[in-house]
């Protein structure tokens, strides 16, 4: 049986099982489902994937009232915060971490930085919209798109093409 | 009243979140606008001794102050941004003419800290 493992949880569409002579039947398929799964779940405890939860709570502590940078900063909501979370669920293993930023406006973003120029953003704010911006050497790009526990194609590709 | 180009801005950073002192990098937030008014408070510090700098905010905010961002007034305009002065307090100023679009002011603000230089307090 060949396997084609997806890298992330917000791409389960591209995991496939393809039965070699041997008969699949529906218990097979969801115990290796369930393996992977595990797989996945073991790798998300790793201590590196572990610093972004431990992150994200530091700056929901730090920035959850309002006034927390001087200048009247929106405080970040639990849903923002909640919302946040899911991102870090849906983002691919194979990508390096983001740093985590607190913006004025409330919003939690995720920054990937690979060098000066090179950096690309994407943050929420508990809205069900991401709102991203890049900078990659003398281009750049900006946009939105609906966020709802999977990362959009577009986010996925920005972040890629950082760091081709 | 128009700030020159060849003077240096200060915006001062009284959370940790805004910058990475491990990389000495500013993070894109400390120069996004605050949603109220779309204004960036900085201030002129062209001529100035250091410590006069730090003097400066001191005692501006409630929190204590941890680092700051200078930037040319020059990086500013290529930004297609503007620098409004009011001088209150004395040196004070406002980057303002942030674009509408959310994602477009984060690329402006990203555009700035890339060109922002640290210093820590």
């Known amino acids: ?164 | 009243m128009q700030a020159d180009a060849t003077e240096t801005l200060a915006r001062y950073i009284y959370s940790k979140n805004h910058y990475k002192a491990s990389d000495r990098t500013v993070k894109y937030a400390a120069f996004v606008p605050q949603k109220d008014n779309n204004r960036l408070s900085v201030f002129r510090i062209s001529g100035l001794e250091e410590n006069k700098i730090w003097e400066i905010a001191k005692d501006l905010r409630a929190q204590p102050l941890l680092a700051r961002a200078d930037i040319k007034a020059t990086s500013v305009f290529e930004a297609s941004l503007a620098i409004e002065r009011d001088d209150t307090p004395p040196g004070h100023a406002n980057i303002v003419d942030w674009p509408e679009e959310d994602s477009d002011i984060k690329l402006k603000a990203m555009a700035l800290a890339e060109r922002a230089t640290l210093l820590m307090r």
């Open chain 1, 1 to 164: 049986m060949n396997m084609a493992v997806a890298s992330s949880s917000s791409n389960w569409s591209s995991f496939s099982t393809r039965p070699s002579g041997e008969r699949t039947d529906h218990y097979s398929s969801w115990k290796i489902s369930e393996s992977i799964t595990n797989v996945i779940s073991q790798m998300r405890q790793s201590e590196t994937f572990r610093r972004l939860p431990n992150s994200l709570s530091e700056v929901y502590r730090e920035c959850s009232r309002a006034d927390w940078d001087g200048y009247g900063a929106l405080a970040i909501t639990s849903n923002t915060y909640q919302e946040a979370r899911s991102v870090i669920n849906a983002l691919p293993l194979s990508m390096p971490l983001p740093d985590i930023v607190a913006e004025p406006t409330g919003e939690i973003g995720f920054e990937w930085r690979k060098g000066k120029g090179y950096i690309f953003v994407v943050s929420v704010g508990g809205k069900y919209q991401m709102t991203y911006a890049g900078l990659f050497g003398g281009n750049s790009v900006h946009g939105s798109e609906y966020f709802d526990r999977t990362l959009p194609q577009t986010v996925i590709q920005h972040i890629r093409r950082l760091y081709s």
